[in-house]
């Protein structure tokens, strides 16, 4: 049975260290996925994916984003963001998981910073579900995903839901054209009547079983055609 396990990761810059949540596999990892996670607590949905991942064969880390900020900020993006994420991929290089063998993967707002991720750091692979801010910025240090897009640097999957108020299907259109431009692989997929991300209930609308499976599959399959 794959384990769930703390640990903490040191910056690169001066003494410091980010915590980490991790979930390795039984045997020799096959590459590493971060994990960026957009709440300060690790609820059982979260643990649940990272012990999928890792019987999957996946070495998962989930850098904890809020270490350093007050209970009032609800985002972490800019130097914060990517000094934590340089920190998790070091934790994993320690482990023998090469960069090219690194996949990112996030929810919501974290879903927009793995996107972010991928347009500066030498990824493998990435994943970003019902990540908001597509046409507005979220923040300054978050551009709109419509032009964030176009610079990827690894491979790159998009799951929305058709109904979710957030993220307006005219908005996930545009994000799909956008896409469409970059320089990788990209691939933006709709789920007709879901209200918001596949793999929790929705306040919204319940998803399918069939939704569910789909997006894990995807989810999984993006993994492991892009990190081989």
Do not use: K
């Not at 996670?37 to 949905?45: D, K, N």
């Not at 996030?106 to 493998?124: E, K, M, S, Y």
């Not at 259109?173 to 929790?200: I, Q, W």
Request: a negative charge; charged letters at 20%; zero cysteines.
């Amino acid at each position: 049975m794959s384990g769930i396990f703390t640990d903490s990761a040191p910056l690169s810059a001066g003494s410091d260290h980010v915590p980490v949540t991790a979930a390795e596999p039984e045997g020799p990892a096959r590459g590493g996925i971060v994990l960026l996670h957009e709440s300060r607590q690790f609820g059982e949905s979260v643990l649940d994916l990272m012990r999928a991942l890792a019987v999957e064969g996946w070495l998962v880390v989930a850098p904890h984003l809020f270490h350093r900020v007050p209970e009032s900020v609800s985002g972490v993006f800019g130097d914060a963001l990517f000094e934590d994420f340089d920190a998790a991929g070091a934790w994993l290089g320690r482990r023998g998981v090469q960069p090219d063998r690194v996949g990112v993967l996030g929810f919501d707002q974290a879903g927009t910073a793995a996107l972010l991720v991928a347009t500066t750091r030498p990824v493998g692979a990435a994943i970003s579900v019902a990540s908001p801010g597509i046409v507005e910025a979220l923040t300054v240090d978050a551009p709109p995903l419509v032009d964030a897009v176009v610079s990827l640097q690894a491979p790159w999957l998009g799951l929305y839901g058709d109904d979710d108020p957030g993220t307006p299907p005219e908005h996930v259109e545009r994000l799909r054209e956008a896409a469409s431009r970059a320089l990788v692989a990209t691939l933006v997929v709709s789920y007709p009547g879901l209200g918001h991300r596949a793999d929790e209930p929705s306040t919204l609308l319940e998803p399918t079983e069939e939704t569910l499976v789909d997006a894990q599959e995807r989810i999984f399959d993006w993994f492991d055609s892009n990190l081989r």
